[in-house]
């Protein structure tokens, strides 16, 4: 796929970015049409007439398809079908519920390259950057699949006098789930989060992003071929802000993943109504280069973590805090690095860079690009946008000299822009790094593991990775993963990813009764026993 869009402009020697450029591929709509044929139908629709919405590639523009604009009507559809699907689900042993997700794992790697094709035409990012993501699918249902038991199991828990009372923790399905996913990485935002939730005994009704919503009914389309039953993932496609009031009033649980301003709005929604929640949100991450780093590694990590899905991934990096000792030497060899990227279009593993997802997205990096440069910051790579390779196409870019009142000091530009501070200490880096209002993700490269650790966990981060980029902390499937700040409330992952979406019991059982006053004491007797059984108990470790 490597014909070419417009007319291919070549940058030519001695400009600032020599990134190497694979043109657009024409014809991006056939490649994808097997795919899509169908998937419109599964959306939940009280009426077949809806309007319908264009899906377009952001590499070329091109009309890959539509779906329904729901309207609320279909919301209540789509919930009413998945509440009545959820009891007989959650009755099921549970060994038949994981077994579903076991061979979801087998079919994803099965499907792979078509997979790979979806994610790259609707969302326009690189090959390698949509197999991250369509790998963190299957980690995902293998991970739950095979943990579910023990995590959902319900256990013994201590009580108070032993042998004469006992307690037990369930955990019960909350019931129908809503799930709001982003465009960004559009297959595993709206499955891997479905995907414990289902697990656990519910129902779940996505609304996956308007600009990507084929890439999230071909997961689910899987999940039926992998032996979903029918109507337990319901989809309801179109916008967020038509859609998710009715979802909210509806549903047991909502989870929502995207912009902290949007966040905001559904926390209130969501607390008017006490259901639980789950808000994963923005982030401004930082990366710290102590100066014992390993140089080539810190570059490798610097470049991989920042331009990831050409910089729309939630935990890339968008500032650096280098240490004076390292600065120079690392600066040379991050640029040089950065100016090799290969940005393109190409739907195998040869380019490094994909697309910006669309106009708005580019619109916002290249303002925030001009506006740090019109106050004083230097571009040292990238900083153009490419419309030669396609509509949306932005370089990688690095900024130094970047202060305070520029846009992209603190605000979370979403696109391949990273700044560059100097720093004289570790102490000055951690402080910095911790001046934001987002608390995500973070990258701590260091050669003394120890110290390393020491620094990332005074990190406030949810997640921080030592000398690896966020690969690290988002593939460690049984650790939580989430936002501190207004990154966002919740976890996903680990053990909290899945029992999020439970209601927990405490069932307690007593063999006397009363338990105060005991039988045949007096209140004062029983007052006195009590005080003494405590005191006797905080001696005996097994009791405590
Ligand atoms: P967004 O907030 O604009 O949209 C996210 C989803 O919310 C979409 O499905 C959208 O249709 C829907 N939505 C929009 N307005 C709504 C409303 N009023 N009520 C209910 N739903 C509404 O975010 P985006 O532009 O799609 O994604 C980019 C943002 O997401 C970035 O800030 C990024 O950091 C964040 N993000 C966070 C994570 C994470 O795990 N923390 C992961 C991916 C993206």
Redesign the pocket.
Known sequence: MTASVGTMEMPRAGERAETTVKPVGAGLAGRVKPLIRGLSDMVALADRERKRTEVYAPFNRECIGAVPSCEAADVRVAVDRARAAQKAWAARPLRERTRVFMRYHDLVLDRLDSILDMLQVEGGKSRRHALEETLDVAINARYYAAHAAELLQPKRRQSLIPFILKAWEYHHPVGVVGI??????PFT?AVSDAIPALIAGNAVVL?????TPFSALYGVRLLYEAGLPGDLLQVITG???V???P??EQVDFIG????????R??GEQAGRRLIKTSL????KNPMLVLDDADLERAVFVATQGSFAGAG????SYERMYVQSGIYDRFLEAFVARTKAQRLGSALDFSVDIGSLIGASQLEKTVEHVDDAQSKGAQVLAGGRSRPDIGPYFFEPTILTGVTEGMQCYRE?T?GPVVSIYKVDSVEEAITRANDSEFG?NAAVMCRDERKAVDVASRVRCGTVSVNETYQAPWSAMGAPM??MKD??LGR?HGIEGLLKYTESQNVSLSRISPLFPAPGLSVEASAAAYVAMLRLVKKIPGLR
């Open positions: 709001i996913s982003p465009w960004n990485y935002m609304k996956p992003a308007d600009l916008r967020g802000s859609l998710g009031t979802l909210i929502f993943t995207g912009s902290t301003e949007v966040g709005k559904i994963e949100l923005g982030g729309q991934l939630c935990i979370e979403f995500l989430g936002g990154s966002g996903r």
